[in-house]
C-alpha cells in the first residue's frame, strides 16, 4: 500500500514538474517575444502628438511664414518687421506670391522708394496716372498714402486688377503695369515661382517632421 501510495506520489510531483515547466516555457516564450516586438516596433509615449500641421495647418503656416520671411532678408535690407508687415498684407490679397514678387522686383521692399519716374512705394504706383481714381475708390486719402505699406498694396492690387481686366492674360498685363516692358513681366513672373517654390517646399517639409513631445 505504501509503496502504491508513494507511487501515486511521485507521478504526482512528475505531472506537476511538467506542468511548471510547461507554465515556464510558455513564461519564457512570451517574455522572448515580448521582446523582440519591442525592439522591432518603437514604443510612443503617451505624451506624444503629431505636428499640428497635419490636423490644423497652424504650423504649417508658421513655418511657411518663416521660409518666405527668410527669402525675402535675402533680398532686401529693409528691417524684418518692415518685412514682416508686409509679408501680412500680402496674405491679405488674392496672390500673395505675386504681390510679393512685384514689390520684389518694383522696391525691394522698401516702402519709402520713389523712382526716376516717379513711381512710388512697394508696388511702384504711378499718381501722375492713377491718383485720381484711387482716390475716387477710396484707396488713398493723398499721394503720402502711397507711401504706407497697406496702401500702395492695396493700390498695386486694383491697378493689376484693371489691367487684368482688360487684357486677361497675366503676363500682358504685367507688361502694361511697367509701361509696356516685356522683361518685366518675365522677372515678376520668374520670383513668384521662386517664392511659391519656397512656399511648398516648406509645406513639404513640416508634413515630413517626426512626431514631437508636447510639453
Not at 41 to 61: E, M
Not at 152 to 157: A, F, Y
Not at 172 to 192: E, N, P
Amino acid at each position: 500500500m505504501l509503496k502504491d501510495i508513494m507511487r501515486e506520489f511521485v507521478k504526482g510531483r512528475y505531472k506537476q514538474l511538467l506542468q511548471v515547466k510547461y507554465i515556464l516555457f510558455i513564461v519564457v516564450a512570451m517574455i522572448g517575444l515580448a521582446l523582440i516586438y519591442t525592439v522591432r516596433v518603437p514604443v510612443v509615449p503617451a505624451n506624444v502628438t503629431y505636428p499640428a500641421s497635419l490636423h490644423s495647418g497652424v504650423d504649417t503656416k508658421e513655418l511657411t511664414k518663416q521660409a518666405i520671411l527668410e527669402w525675402m532678408k535675402e533680398n532686401s535690407r529693409m528691417p524684418e518687421h518692415v518685412l514682416t508687415k508686409i509679408y501680412h498684407v500680402a496674405m491679405n490679397s488674392v496672390n500673395a506670391d505675386l504681390i510679393l514678387a512685384i514689390c520684389l522686383v518694383e522696391s525691394n521692399f522698401n516702402p519709402h522708394v520713389e523712382s526716376e519716374k516717379g513711381a512710388i512705394g512697394l508696388m511702384g504706383i504711378m499718381p501722375s496716372v492713377w491718383l485720381g481714381e484711387l482716390q475716387a475708390q477710396g484707396i488713398v486719402k493723398g499721394k503720402e498714402d502711397l507711401y504706407k505699406i497697406s496702401n500702395n498694396i492695396e493700390s498695386g492690387v486694383y491697378v493689376l486688377d484693371r489691367y487684368l481686366e482688360k487684357t486677361k492674360n497675366l503676363r500682358t498685363a504685367l507688361s502694361r503695369y511697367a509701361g509696356g516692358d516685356s522683361s518685366y513681366a518675365t522677372r515678376v513672373l520668374r520670383m513668384m515661382n521662386k517664392i511659391s517654390l519656397t512656399r511648398s517646399s516648406e509645406q513639404q517639409l513640416a508634413l515630413a517632421t517626426a512626431p514631437v513631445l508636447n510639453d
